[in-house]
């Protein structure tokens, strides 16, 4: 685990600048508190409640370590492909010695139907792929968000990755979710899955937050 080295103090400054920063592009007070939360950048947080707004969508992330969110637009996200972890600062380096930022975790996309919210998949096409093909309306939908995030999102959904490979939840995760407009942040697994259930979505997380192995209904794919 290796990335940048620096002062709680001056985390703090870089921190207080990217408030700034959102500010001026427009976000509001919601947007600033959720990103102090969840150290993802309040800018992205707002245009993130616009989409889900405009698309009728819920998405929920595991948040990067709140740190983070002092070098979101500064440093890339961190790649698919580097393994190593990030240290308390939410960097870390990769091959060839390029700082990189946690990137944002998508654990889940869904659809507001009217009644409720209808699961949309996001991952390789067959089932427990690391990578390939994903669908059409996947392939949109995060092309989509890259477009104006300023980390962009590296891989598609966890809860959507029927492997035994899945990482799974752990009780130091943390998530925020970005409901049809608006967010909610969610400090741990507890919080995540109370906030599955009562929106009526499946939790794909057993004892000690391994996955399940398959989705919504017993699919382990689309």
């Keep these: 685990m290796a990335g940048l080295k620096i002062s709680e103090a001056g985390l703090g400054d870089l921190a207080r600048f990217k408030g700034y920063e959102a500010k001026a592009a427009g976000a509001d007070g919601l947007d600033l508190r959720l990103s102090k939360e969840s150290g993802m950048d309040a800018r992205d947080i707002m ?61 889940s996309v869904w659809r507001f139907t009217g009644t409720g919210f209808q699961h949309i998949y996001i991952s390789a096409l067959e089932p427990g792929a690391a990578t390939g093909p994903w669908s059409k309306e996947a392939r949109e939908l995060v092309r989509s968000m890259n477009a104006f995030l300023i980390t962009k999102l590296q891989h598609g959904c966890q809860d959507d990755f029927h492997s035994e490979k899945n990482p799974g939840v752990k009780m130091a995760d943390h998530f925020l979710a970005i409901r049809l407009g608006d967010g909610i942040y969610l400090p741990d697994p507890i919080y995540c899955e109370n906030f599955y259930r009562a929106h009526g979505l499946f939790w794909p997380y057993g004892a000690g937050g391994k996955h399940c192995g398959h989705g919504p209904g017993g699919h382990v794919g689309p």
């Design 47 to 107: 245009n993130l409640r616009r989409f889900t707004r405009e698309r009728k969508l819920l998405i929920v992330f595991r948040c990067p370590k709140p740190s983070a969110r002092a070098f979101h637009g500064t440093l890339p996200a961190k790649t698919f492909a580097t393994k190593e972890k990030t240290n308390k600062t939410g960097t870390v380096f990769g091959k060839g010695g390029a700082l990189m930022v946690s990137d944002y975790d998508m654990m």
